[in-house]
């Protein structure tokens, strides 16, 4: 396992970098946008909308961010995401510095967001490239581990610096971290030779993208079974996240200290199951089945939980193998998608999948009480297992098309 981070390290360690701290940037304001509204505000309802504000743009431009990562160069994109972002905070501050205002910080973070879909699109045509020849699952351990990490440490940092002192000090923070992915990016660059190009240049109306990704939903073999697998998986996941505060404070009677515990154990469980799963030799087959079995066991368990203590192992247990699942999901993409029209299929794939948890949230809201939650994660980990049996039967077994460039 550590053979493999060391390997990495030599070969791909600023890359990996600029993409933590680009992660971690993004962290920064997804955390303090709600945190701001609401203390500025009182109000729960309009936090939330602020938070709606500025993730809903970034699920659904997934599929235009999709085209352009085909499109256009890739690193290119990259790049322009950013320096984008720097140049956000930084406007964006000299903005609320001249007219003051809750809507420069939401602004900030819904733009910000925008790019940040752009860079994480652009990054997944990039690494079937830049890790050709190595095992694909591997590379998207590393990548999920990465991701992970800045996820736990991201609200842990911006929380510490706006505590001592205010909003506009982590916008600022995230507008370093920024400039700091762009350096690491460059200087990977410089040492790193490989092609990086697009890989569907093709002129044509902006309408031919769509159509051609559609059609590869519909008419891949294989492809179904995966966008049905993950939208199963997604529903768990969702409502765990969705209902997680009210099950830890309200059911179980626990502190905010103990909800954070929960967050921390479940993001430190992940890396390590990321981990495990990146130095294993498990085959691609393997890892969908133990980490979709994974999901499903941690959904029961946090249903019928009795206590806290129990609660938090289901909790962990669905965050730390839907990681593991998203390795899986990744990895059979690239190899049934055309490389050609990677970017484009999986920008609509994201925001289909990326649907189901909002659905999750929104079945949430129609319960009366927290004893009616247990009983409604109970049933969609049935409805989840039920899709992975169906996913299952001969007819969605059909060989996938290994892509070709």
Known sequence: MFSLWFRFRQTSGLFFT???????ADQFLLFVVPLVVYQTTGSVSLSGLAYAAETLPRILFFPVCGVLSDR??????????????????????????????????VGISALCGLLTTQGFMAREVMLPQIFANTRFEKVQSISQSVDQTSVVTGPLLAASLFALSNWQAVVVASGILFVIAEIAMLIWRRGNK???????????PWTRPFKTALGHLVFLPGLKRVITLTASVNLVFGITLATSAAMVTGLHGQSEEHYAL???VGAVFTILVLMAAGASRLSVGRIGLISFSGVFIGGV????????????IGFAVVLGFDGMFNIYIRTIRQKIIPAKDYGKTTGVIILFNNMTQPLAGLLVGLTGSLEETG??????????????????????QAKPIIAKP
């Open 262 to 264: 929960l967050q921390t």
């Open 375 to 396: 009983w409604l994660i109970l049933i969609l980990s049935g409805v989840m297992l039920f899709g992975g049996l169906l996913m299952s039967l001969p007819r969605f």
């Open 301 to 312: 368990l946090t249903a019928i939980s009795p206590d806290y203590w129990l609660y938090m």
């Open 72 to 105: 256009y160069s890739p690193l290119r994109l990259m790049q322009i995401s950013q320096v984008g972002r720097a140049l956000i905070c930084a406007l964006g501050l000299i903005g609320f510095a001249l007219f003051d205002g809750l809507g420069w910080v």
């Open 194 to 204: 490989t092609a990086i190009v697009a890989t569907d240049a093709a002129p044509g």
């Open 18 to 24: 600029s993409m933590f701290a680009a992660r971690l």
